[in-house]
């Protein structure tokens, strides 16, 4: 028996369609991955599923009595509680029936009643099967797996937002539920942590479902795949790789067919027409009675795709006496050196305390640095402090006169979310006429409707490209990028590789995704040796 049914289900937004009577199944022990296009409906799906949302028709049925698990982002946590006594409560239940059981044995001492010990007895077997005494070495565990060894004695409410991801997640992992409801849960993890949650999902015995556009990890911790597309689920048995060779075939299969079809109804026609009227008059009546009960073949939809640019600042000419006056060498064959762009000396960031070791580095015109280190470690405070965000503890940054900034923050926060992306961009660039805009909106993969749509009803993905819509109109010279992967399918962050590629200008990137950057990227400053918060793993 299933563990969750989902038939007939329909979902929209406004005018956009999710889906329209959809429908899969979950069995028990089953690890299934949900895929799709940013937009396509895979956070929904989780929302109808854990009812935070109601669907337009269409019936979500759990079996009876399933213990659920969510990976809820935002979750309201008690800022006053340390880490490990956060993750604790994923055995609040357990320390209850502790507490019971104490009870029962305290007001055995006062009366003697023999049932006491009895009701007693049977808390103590229960929380013998759930392993209650061994709860602070599942909470260590977690704690090292997951890179939180520095944080667990430190209140949440110091915590930046992806350490608070990861603490939840860990107490998901830690509550033992029937079934985990992951969306998108390596996010905020590095690839050690990520490889520790892909041992712990592929041991865990219980049922799970994960929304992500990690493949990588999907590949591993999936034994059969959800796509959503074009209003539609499809369902198929085996790894992420084998579902994506059985949709190929099945959109040439369906190619192949339309394709057929369509040369059959050409045909048919033109001898209709040919034919109405004289001896093959009947037999072009036939045809046409045959072509109205023709069941027609859907011609394969195709995904909007996204396409990136960075436009390139060019500084205006100076007029410059003799450019080569200070070289000996005829000024044909002087070597020209680039120019420095970013001067870093002995930077201290952090807030209150340094996160980081004084950080000195220096780049020049073109240069490409991926900066990365493990979650926590200060990336981003690094990043926010060369920009002036921040203010340095001690230290330095400085970019030359001529660097023109664009830059990418990787947190999904708008001053007002009830803008729509055309009144973004409006806003941004009230002189830029609207089929301009439009233009730039759908290059990122926003389609017309969603264009028009709060940003507050749009999907991480949507709202990601929104901001890369943002800089594609917006020239500039130096490209910094705070995970600008975390929440985009696996074509979108092609599209966008490829697009820095080709950037000429220079480039800060900062990802825990190693294969988006590995092969291009040759310059990588890694900070975790100068973390004062390096994690024991």
């Not at 002995?346 to 240069?367: K, R």
């Not at 340095?392 to 708008?414: M, P």
């Not at 806003?427 to 017309?448: C, S, T, V, Y």
Request: with cysteine; net charge negative; aromatic share 8%.
């Amino acid at each position: 028996m299933a563990l969750l049914e989902v038939s007939g289900l329909s979902m929209s937004y406004d005018e956009k369609l999710l889906y329209h009577d959809a429908e899969f199944e979950l069995q028990p022990g089953e690890h299934l991955g949900i895929v799709g296009q940013n937009g396509t409906g895979k956070s929904t799906l989780i929302k109808l599923i854990t009812e935070q949302i109601l669907p337009i028709s269409g019936t979500i049925k759990w079996q009876k009595d399933t213990r659920i698990g969510y990976l809820d982002q935002y979750a309201q946590i008690d800022k006053h509680l340390t880490v490990r006594e956060f993750l604790a409560t994923a055995f609040t239940e357990l320390y209850q029936l502790e507490a019971q059981m104490g009870a029962y044995y305290d007001q055995y001492a006062v009366d003697g009643d023999d049932q006491l010990l009895i009701q007693a007895g049977q808390i103590q077997e229960q929380l013998e099967q759930a392993d209650f005494y061994d709860l602070d070495t599942k909470v260590q565990k977690v704690i090292t797996g997951l890179g939180l060894t520095e944080l667990a004695e430190r209140t949440t409410s110091e915590l930046s937002g992806g350490q608070r991801s990861k603490i939840i997640l860990a107490k998901l992992l830690l509550a033992n539920d029937d079934v985990l409801l992951l969306d998108e849960p390596t996010n905020y993890l590095d690839t050690a942590h990520i490889e520790w949650l892909v041992g712990f999902l592929q041991a865990f015995t219980g049922t799970t479902l994960i929304v992500s556009h990690d493949y990588d990890f999907l590949e591993q911790v999936t034994n059969s795949i959800v796509d959503i597309a074009f209003g539609k689920m499809t369902k198929y048995r085996g790894s992420f790789q084998e579902a994506m060779r059985q949709k190929n075939e099945n959109r040439k299969r369906q190619q192949r067919e339309f394709t057929q079809q369509q040369e059959l109804i050409a045909k048919t026609q033109k001898f209709i027409d040919k034919n109405q009227a004289g001896t093959k008059a009947k037999q072009a009546k036939s045809r046409g009675r045959m072509l109205d009960k023709l069941t027609l073949v859907e011609a394969p939809e195709q995904s909007l795709r996204s396409y990136f640019d960075f436009p390139l600042y060019e500084a205006p000419s100076q007029e410059v006496e003799d450019p080569y006056a200070i070289y000996d060498e005829p000024f044909d064959s002087a070597p020209v050196p680039p120019a420095t762009t970013l001067t870093v000396e002995e930077l201290c960031v952090g807030y209150e305390q340094a996160l980081l070791q004084p950080v000195t580095f220096e780049m020049v015109a073109g240069q490409k640095l991926a900066l990365v280190g493990f979650n926590g470690a200060g990336k981003s405070t690094l990043i926010k402090t060369i920009l002036g965000q921040l203010m340095a503890l001690n230290g330095h940054a400085s970019f030359s006169d001529d660097v023109v900034i664009s830059y990418f923050n990787q947190d999904l926060a708008w001053d007002n979310e009830q803008l729509t992306p055309l009144d973004v961009l409006r806003d941004h660039f009230p002189d830029l006429e609207l089929q301009a805009i439009r233009r730039a909106l759908n290059n990122a993969g926003i389609n017309k409707q969603n264009a028009q749509k709060p940003l507050a009803l749009l999907s991480g993905g949507e709202q990601a490209k929104v901001k890369l819509a943002l800089m594609k109109l917006t020239p500039s010279n130096f490209l910094i990028m705070d995970e600008p992967t975390n929440h985009l399918d696996e074509a979108s962050k092609q599209a966008l590789q490829r697009a820095l590629k080709q950037f000429p200008g220079n480039l800060i990137l900062v990802s825990h995704e190693a294969d988006f950057y590995q092969d291009w990227l040759l310059d990588v400053l890694d900070i975790s040796d100068l973390s004062l918060n390096t994690p024991t793993d």
